[in-house]
């Protein structure tokens, strides 16, 4: 139950902060006072759009709050702890715009996406404007209201899912071609994995490849380095390194002998002499390993031609042609299998269609029923709000598509017959606004109430009605305030009277500025109110008297 509503520097309003009850609140006021701001801010507070104009002239931003008595709403309680905004037992919704128009949301003091606020604003308050008469008149929303008032969400829901199960299934059935022959592409791919197989290389194997060809074609160089180097080491010249070292060596050791200062320079020449004696001998081993082999070169440069060829083919860099090799396999494994995938998919798409069948017959038994009680209840609304003979009729049509659809196998038209003898035509054919008003206001109240949600708004739903329609219309929205509380902005007394709580939204000017004021009514002032809804500008004492008598008279219910 929203239990506080504070807004400041919102549209025309400086600061407003009201305290609302359980029950029926009425707001009041004259044309243009912004009697639905008060809606507007709670649409707002309910994730709804936001833009940079809702903020008051002159100021940086403007400031929202809610807040939410939750003592008897464990479902929401649970909502806040899953998504670890809970608070004790009330909840407070906060939504900062900025004149730049961004915005800022908060639920108990928490930042939170605009998604988070919409999905609990969604849970919490539920606005009925006059734009609903509108919807109304759209099949599919008739077709979502008489589902509402039937309760069928699990129905549907199941409906739903085996629609969209059958879809993907059938979505599969045709991406693998269903019954066409995919001989051709299975004979085209095994070729391509074969030559793949039998050619490409992995990186790692390609590298030994380039290396072992880079080899080979250099072998002949390779061969006369070696023996440049080996002529250097140890070859018959008298200034080979390793003679020239054994005559330093020789030198060394006889003047070590003089100064043992000179041992060390004598161990390092020593040691030089080693490695180029190893040196040398690693030379040899390595030359003569070196295989002039031309016929193997030709067969490698073959082989790496062929490797260009295929990366050339399949547009693929060498290195990943084995890579390329496993795509081209999956997929032929895919389809070599089809024809057993096929067969499985047909056998799940037959039995969806079984179990869709027998949910959306279910349905369309539940449909009819609650067509019956639905056109009869509102019937008897549209009766008592001044249309006698007046009735609705709602009609199943069978739907033109033999396919599962996510709605079931019909669709809802509204059918309304204004006076008696007329036959039902389509609610969206209603000529008459007045009737078509009392209309969408009898199919609302009797498909009010149908879910959990505390607070129900209503934005002039009561347009184009008065009299006695009018009278019966608050007494509806009152007996609906004993079971949930609701919020009515109205133009008409007769509402207006039936109120448990009311507020008179009025415009204050210092002449330099505009503000928006509401105001609590007691008692009297209340009276008062009433009586300028009824009698205008010149308030008589006969007016003020019947707007007592008609406050008495609903008080009294």
């Avoid at 002159?58 to 939750?70: I, K, P, Q, V, Y």
């Avoid at 209503?458 to 305030?481: M, P, Y």
Wanted: aromatic residues 2%; hydrophobic residues 40%; charged residues 25%.
């Amino acid at each position: 139950m929203l239990t506080s509503l504070y807004v400041k520097d919102f549209a025309i309003v400086g600061e407003a902060d009201i305290t609302l009850v359980a029950g029926l609140t009425v707001v009041t006021g004259e044309t243009g006072a912004g009697k639905s701001l008060l809606v507007d801010a709670l649409l707002l507070l309910s994730g709804g759009r936001a833009e940079a104009g809702v903020v008051r002239h002159g100021s940086e931003r403007a400031e929202l709050a809610a807040e939410f008595d939750l003592s008897s709403q464990p479902d929401i309680r649970a909502w806040l702890q899953g998504e670890e905004l809970d608070e004790d037992q009330s909840c407070q919704l906060r939504r900062v715009i900025r004149a730049d128009g961004g915005s800022r949301s908060y639920i108990n003091g928490r930042p939170v996406t605009l998604t988070q606020l919409k999905a609990l604003g969604e849970r919490l308050i539920e606005i009925h404007g006059q734009h609903e008469h509108q919807a109304l008149l759209e099949r599919s929303s008739q077709l979502a209201l008489l589902d509402a008032f039937g309760g069928h969400a699990q129905t549907l829901a199941q409906v739903n899912d085996l629609a969209r199960r059958w879809r993907e299934v059938t979505a599969q059935i045709a991406q693998l071609g269903g019954n066409e022959d995919h001989a051709e592409r299975i004979e085209m791919l095994e070729h391509q994995v074969g030559e793949l197989q039998r050619d490409a290389l992995s990186a790692s194997e390609l590298d030994a490849l380039n290396e072992r060809h880079r080899q080979l074609a250099n072998a002949g160089q390779l061969v006369q380095g070696c023996a440049n180097v080996a002529e250097l080491l140890d070859g018959e010249s008298e200034f080979a390194l390793l003679r020239a070292l054994a005559r330093g060596q020789n030198e060394t050791a006889r003047l070590a002998l003089l100064d043992t200062r000179l041992i060390p320079v004598s161990e390092m020449i020593d040691a030089a002499q080693i490695q180029l004696v190893e040196a040398n001998a690693e030379l040899a081993r390595y030359r003569d390993a070196l295989d002039l082999d031309p016929e193997r070169l030709s067969e490698l440069d073959t082989q790496i031609g062929r490797l260009h060829e295929l990366a050339r083919k399949y547009r693929t860099p060498m290195a990943n042609l084995k890579q390329r090799e496993n795509e081209l396999r999956n997929e032929l494994d895919s389809l070599q299998g089809a024809g057993e995938r096929l067969q499985q998919l047909g056998r799940e798409r037959t039995l969806i269609e079984h179990e869709y069948t027998d949910a959306a017959a279910l349905l369309s038994k539940a449909r009819a029923q609650a067509a019956v009680t639905l056109g009869a209840r509102v019937s008897e609304l549209i009766a008592e709000l001044g249309m006698g003979g007046g009735r609705l009729e709602i009609m199943l049509e069978p739907s033109a598509k033999s396919t599962p659809e996510t709605n079931g196998r019909e669709r809802a038209e509204f059918l309304v017959s204004a006076n008696p003898g007329q036959p039902p035509r389509a609610l969206r054919k209603v000529a008459s606004g007045g009737e078509l008003s009392r209309i969408s206001l009898a199919i609302e109240v009797a498909a009010l109430g149908l879910d959990e949600v505390g607070t129900m708004v209503f934005d002039e739903v009561d347009s184009g009605i008065g009299g006695a329609v009018a009278e019966v219309v608050g007494q509806k929205l009152r007996r609906l305030g004993s079971q949930r509380q609701v919020l009515c902005v109205t133009h008409l007394a007769q509402v207006a009277a039936q109120g448990h709580q009311h507020f008179c939204v009025s415009k204050v000017s210092d002449g330099q500025s505009t503000q928006t004021r509401i105001d609590a009514l007691d008692e009297k002032s209340r009276r008062d109110e009433i009586a300028r809804m009824l009698g205008g500008i010149d308030i008589t004492r006969e007016t003020l008297a019947h707007a007592k008598q008609m406050l008495t008279r609903a008080q009294a219910n």
